[in-house]
Each structure stands twice: as structure tokens, then as C-alpha cells.
């Protein structure tokens, strides 16, 4: 990544193979996964975590933004999804690529990819994680 390019948030994510995959901590001892990774299992406080990625996942729900808020810098309208990786029983919330909710359908194949959030106040594009819908035949 070029240094004009800052990450909203450092390790929630990286590019492995090509393709942007989100990081998942793995509890060695009881099998639950989370998001972000953390040092310790949310569910028995092992500290015997591996990290585990993930990159396609189904869509569960989402919805379409459209009222700013103090949190959120990003242009409006935009999308928000919550999308299953059943691989990993976990369900994580992002912003999805499609704004307009008529063109998603529940269960239908979501690919993690790293887009532009917005635009900070030196002219930098900040870059975070999104749900982008999966083309038919890709
Ligand atoms: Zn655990």
C-alpha cells in the first residue's frame, strides 16, 4: 500500500493470495470464533487463540444508510451487511458495496474486499473493509 492510503482500523484485515480476507481469532480450547482478533477467547479466557481468515461469506441482512452520523464519515447513501461464515459460525457486520437493498437477496455469496471509506482531511483516501455481492458465475 502506497503511504496516501491509511487503514480506518490496523488488524482487521490483510491481502492474502490476492484477494482481502477479514482476520478471525480462533479459541483453540472451545472452538469459538470472533472478530476483531483479541488476545483471549470472548467464551473461556484462553489465551490459546490462532488467527484464522475468511473472505466469502453469505449475506444474512443489511439495510441502506442514509442519515449521517458522528461515527460514520463515509458519503451517503451507503449499505450495511451482516454476513454469515458458516465455516467459522460467526456473523460480521460491515458495509456492503450495494447501496440499493432491492438488488440483494438473503443467502446470496458475499466476497470481503478492502474499498475506499472516504476521503480524511489531507485529501487521503481511508480504506476499511466492505461486503461486496458475488456476480452470478464468478
Ligand atoms: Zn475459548
Known sequence: MSNEIKVLKEGLFKEEDGKAVLLLGHCLVCGTAFFPERPFCSRCGSDQIEQVSVSDGKLYSWTTVIHPSQENKMA?????????????????????????????????????????????????DVVTYMFQPVEEGK
Open 76 to 124: 451517503l447513501p451507503y449499505g450495511m451487511a451482516k454476513v454469515d461464515f458458516p465455516d467459522h459460525k460467526i456473523r460480521i457486520t460491515g458495509v456492503s458495496t450495494e447501496t440499493d437493498s432491492e438488488k440483494l437477496t438473503r443467502g446470496q455469496d458475499m466476497r470481503v474486499v478492502v474499498a475506499k471509506a472516504y476521503e480524511d482531511e489531507d485529501g487521503k
